[in-house]
């Protein structure tokens, strides 16, 4: 695809799909509300995604997958996460201020999606050279129908739903049956799912971390096996937008800074999620199975800190008017 994100940042400026409730499980998770497992039945009609891994299957288990102990490309319940902002809803009494959304939410779900919807959807946006493709063109349609700009963290959120297997294209397989599993035949339905997998992206750590390594094998060229450094850059700034971590700038402004780095393997890509939420400069253990990038960049980092405190105590010495005086009378003598 050579650099195919870029088709998308241009239209700006010119794996896993998710599954809902079906409408069988919803009477049984709303009779099992109550003050002893209120979380768990939330999470279930509030819209956590169980993540499928379609063609998953057919590929071998990736480096990746050994970094959780969980089900590969399956997040875990809401309830369990560092980041997880999930409570207790205590809906027996009703007092719950989400009430109203989750019994919305559960009626919109309980219906059936329509597979002659789905195939007719497809037809709007598919490629008239590629029988079974939405190309390029087809998903700048679809996303600004969506009213979301292509290059949006929430058109990969997107790609991510549907299991999309490379960028800038939807096969018709990937298209329907990942519709299918979000429950959404339709553009307004498509957009309701996107902002609530959104929101559950921003507080559930696990969530995020499968489509962070969805991500990187997404941006992957066909045949390769590592990402270039311009389009990891861009991916992870993509990836980030909606919690960035601390020292995001000052990763991206290392690499910048040294063209020896030109490419990014699998496993830098995911230990470095793992990076931001274990380690900061100060407590970063190089004895422990980093990647080398990882303690290059530590240095970098604590090399810059000790320049700025240099030039910082310089800056305060030539401020101090005993100093000044100092120096001057030893430029005197020196010039006497």
């Not at 057919?58 to 399956?74: A, G, V």
């Not at 030109?262 to 900061?280: A, H, V």
Request: with cysteine; aromatic share 8%; charged share 25%.
């Amino acid at each position: 695809m050579g650099n195919c994100l870029k088709c998308f940042q241009s239209s700006s400026s010119s794996s896993a799909a998710p599954t809902l409730p079906t409408s069988q499980s919803l009477p049984n998770a709303l009779q099992n509300l109550n003050a002893n497992n209120s979380c768990q039945a939330a999470t279930s009609i509030g819209n956590c995604y169980d993540i499928v891994q379609s063609n998953a299957n057919d590929r071998p288990r990736e480096t990746d997958e050994l970094l959780s102990n969980r089900t590969p490309l399956k997040p875990a319940n809401n309830c369990d996460t560092k980041r997880n902002s999930f409570k207790s809803l205590g809906l027996l009494n009703g007092s719950a201020p989400t009430m109203s959304d989750i019994i919305t939410t559960a009626v919109k779900e309980s219906m059936e999606v329509s597979h002659q919807a789905l195939n007719k959807l497809f037809e709007i946006y598919k490629d008239p050279d590629e029988e079974d493709m939405i190309l390029t063109d087809g998903i700048e349609r679809l996303c600004l129908d969506l009213n979301y700009q292509p290059d949006e963290f929430a058109i990969l959120v997107l790609a991510w739903c549907l299991d999309a297997s490379q960028m800038c294209r939807f096969t018709r397989t990937e298209f329907i049956d990942g519709l299918h599993k979000m429950r959404a035949d339709s553009i307004e339905n498509i957009r309701l799912r996107l902002e609530h997998t959104i929101e559950m992206l921003k507080v559930d750590s696990e969530m995020f971390k499968q489509l962070y390594r969805f991500t990187f094998r997404f941006g992957l060229e066909p045949d390769q096996r590592v990402l270039s450094l311009e389009m990891a850059i861009d991916l992870w700034k993509l990836v980030f937008t909606v919690q960035t971590p601390d020292l995001f700038s000052n990763w991206v402004n290392f690499l910048d800074k040294h063209p020896n780095i030109r490419r990014i393997p699998k496993d830098t890509w995911n230990m470095y999620l793992n990076f931001t939420e274990q380690c900061d400069i100060d407590n970063y253990d190089d004895t422990e199975a980093w990647p080398s990038l990882f303690d290059d960049f530590v240095e970098y980092e604590k090399n810059r800190a000790l320049e700025m405190a240099t030039v910082h105590d310089d800056d305060n010495n030539n401020d101090d008017p005993l100093q000044c005086h100092v120096k001057a009378g030893g430029d005197t003598r020196h010039v006497s």
